[in-house]
């Protein structure tokens, strides 16, 4: 998070706004579990486990949605046959 979605002031990484005092913890442990499921795809990818690896991908991307969390999906798309996925994933406008 690199502003305040309530007021837009930048953050400066703690648990409250240093502006509005908005309570930004619900939203830093999105991220921070988003993150998780990004490294436990990239964990499953290198055993090879391509199902688990697009399970994590999937659920970091709905968690939140980065260039990297859509790029890890859309490759652990390809790699479970779910090419209708992986292709929307690249070709938006594509569903
Ligand atoms: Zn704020």
Redesign the pocket.
């Known amino acids: 998070m690199e502003r305040?979605p309530?007021?837009n002031?930048e953050y400066k990484g703690r648990q409250f706004?240093h502006?509005?005092k908005?309570d930004l913890s619900l939203l830093l442990d999105i991220e921070n579990r988003a993150e998780e499921h990004l490294e436990q795809a990239c964990s499953a990818f290198e055993l090879k486990d391509y199902e688990n690896m697009f399970f994590h991908a999937k659920r970091s991307h709905s968690l939140l949605s980065t260039a990297e969390s859509q790029k890890l999906l859309a490759s652990a798309a390809l790699l479970v046959k779910k090419f209708n996925i992986a292709v929307s994933l690249t070709c938006p406008g594509t569903d």
């Open positions: 305040c309530a007021c002031a706004c502006r509005c908005t």
